[in-house]
């Protein structure tokens, strides 16, 4: 509160100049107390983490010190200030200085600055570099040697490639009746091969019931020929088929009279005489036999012939 104290004593003139002169004191009180060196008292607060070089401590960002602020020089008409400061942890000191030119502080002696700035290339960015430098050549020469090499690739290679493509473009756009007649005509056939091809397709669709949207393959040589080995394979298949179901029906047919055939006559007593007639019927007769060994043939294994003919001589019997 040094500079707010304005106690005047009885015996002050005021013309012998201020207070402070009268006093012998400095404006700026302890502050100034070396001011005689150019060097002022101020409090400096960290603008980066250092180590401290005596006794090697770290010291955070922000923490403050009562720095001895001088005037060491000037970059242009900006003053460059140093700023010594005492270590707090030790007795050593460090000092630091202002830096206009980058704009930023840098520690001159007695510590370390930690490295933290800000380094976009290893943060997925992108640095900014100087682009002044590829301006154009001041070089009057230089520029008349590149105007003059301009100019000749004007001359020998653009204005041919803009003529040739004038030439071609002209020589399409001379007469557009006779190409545009060329095209229709040519589009005429076209359309009348592809309304053929659609009237086929729709009678094949409303023969077998398809819907509008199923799209039919193109009817050519090797889509006839394909269809034709499906076809064929197709027949095979069925033939197969209708051999093995009708080999199967036989092995029914002979093993079903082992239950028809005695049960029969009970459940219906008027059918009696009729089977009795259809066992004795010689085709009949030569027809099971067949069959009997067509079974064993194709099913050796099957119902054994012994009871097939004892079954066959309980209904003769009866
Ligand atoms: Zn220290």
Not at 99 to 123: I, L
Not at 161 to 166: D, F, G, K, Y
Not at 190 to 206: C, H, M, N, P, W
Not at 208 to 231: I, N, V
């Amino acid at each position: 509160m040094q500079g707010f104290n304005k106690y005047y004593p009885p015996d002050y003139d005021p013309s012998h100049g201020s207070l402070n002169k009268y006093r012998g004191k400095h404006a700026l009180g302890d502050r100034a107390r070396k001011i005689d060196q150019g060097i002022l008292i101020t409090r400096f607060e960290l603008p980066f983490n250092i180590w401290c070089g005596t006794c090697n401590n770290h010291i955070g960002m922000g923490v403050r010190y009562n720095a001895e602020k001088k005037k060491i020089g000037s970059y242009y008409s900006t003053p460059i200030f140093s700023f010594r400061c005492k270590c707090h942890l030790c007795d050593g000191w460090f000092e630091i200085q202002t830096d206009p030119k980058n704009t930023r502080y840098v520690v001159t002696s007695g510590a370390r600055q930690k490295d933290e700035d800000w380094n976009p290339e290893e943060n997925g960015g992108f640095a900014v570099h100087d682009t002044e430098g590829s301006a154009a050549p001041v070089d009057p020469l230089a520029a008349l040697e590149k105007t003059t090499d301009a100019q000749n690739y004007l001359v020998n290679v653009q204005a041919p490639r803009l003529e040739s493509l004038q030439s071609v473009s002209e020589h399409y756009n001379a007469d557009p009746y006779a190409l545009s007649s060329k095209v229709r005509k040519r589009f005429r056939e076209v359309k009348k091969v592809e309304q053929q091809k659609q009237k086929a397709d729709d009678q094949i669709r409303g023969r077998y019931g398809l819907p509008e949207t199923f799209s039919l393959l193109e009817d050519d040589e090797a889509a006839r020929q394909a269809a034709k080995e499906e076809w064929e394979r197709g027949k095979q298949a069925l033939a197969l088929e209708e051999s093995n179901k009708r080999r199967r029906l036989a092995v029914d047919i002979v093993s079903i009279p082992t239950s028809t055939i005695t049960r029969a006559p009970r459940l219906h007593p008027k059918s009696s005489s009729n089977s009795k007639s259809l066992s004795t019927n010689p085709i009949n007769s030569l027809r099971a036999r067949i069959l009997e060994n067509t079974a064993r043939q194709s099913n050796p294994f099957g119902q054994p012939r012994a009871t097939l003919g004892n079954n066959h001589g309980l209904a003769f019997r009866k």
